[in-house]
């Protein structure tokens, strides 16, 4: 697999983050087997499939939490959440304060950009 067909499921991810991508349909995308994809995305970034999407949607919710006023409960929704009280969990998990410590406060975080790809 090349370079190019891993930043091309980077760069499918990205544009998929909001609508619960899947492996299989990235797979799909690329013309490879899950497994093949799989193991090529964890070998070039670093981490699974699923541990990317995670971290980039909590990154998500968090940019649009200091950059806006909407609520918490739609942010949470709109980036992939099924729950203002998942996001919170996953918020802590991660960052260790709530979202609503998180923005209003002036906590800084280290937030999950999209990855470039690691040979």
């Given at each position: 697999?090349?370079?190019?067909?891993?930043?091309?499921?980077?760069?499918?991810?990205?544009?998929?983050?909001?609508?619960?991508?899947?492996?299989?349909?990235?797979?799909?995308?690329?013309?490879?087997?899950?497994?093949y994809c799989s193991s090529k995305f964890h070998e070039c970034i670093g981490m699974t499939?699923?541990?990317?999407?995670?971290?980039?949607?909590?990154?998500?919710?968090?940019?649009?939490?200091?950059?806006?006023?909407?609520?918490?409960?739609?942010?949470?929704?709109?980036?992939?959440?099924?729950s203002h009280e998942a996001l919170t969990r996953a918020f802590v998990k991660n960052y260790?304060?709530?979202?609503?410590?998180?923005?209003?406060?002036?906590?800084?975080?280290?937030?999950?950009?999209?990855?470039?790809?690691?040979?």
């Amino acid at each position: 697999m090349s370079i190019k067909t891993i930043e091309t499921m980077v760069n499918w991810i990205e544009e998929n983050i909001k609508n619960e991508p899947s492996l299989e349909d990235m797979a799909d995308f690329v013309g490879y087997s899950m497994f093949y994809c799989s193991s090529k995305f964890h070998e070039c970034i670093g981490m699974t499939f699923k541990e990317y999407i995670a971290r980039r949607k909590l990154s998500l919710a968090a940019l649009e939490m200091k950059n806006t006023n909407r609520r918490i409960i739609d942010i949470a929704v709109d980036c992939g959440f099924s729950s203002h009280e998942a996001l919170t969990r996953a918020f802590v998990k991660n960052y260790g304060i709530t979202p609503y410590q998180y923005r209003k406060n002036s906590f800084e975080i280290k937030l999950f950009n999209k990855s470039d790809i690691v040979l």
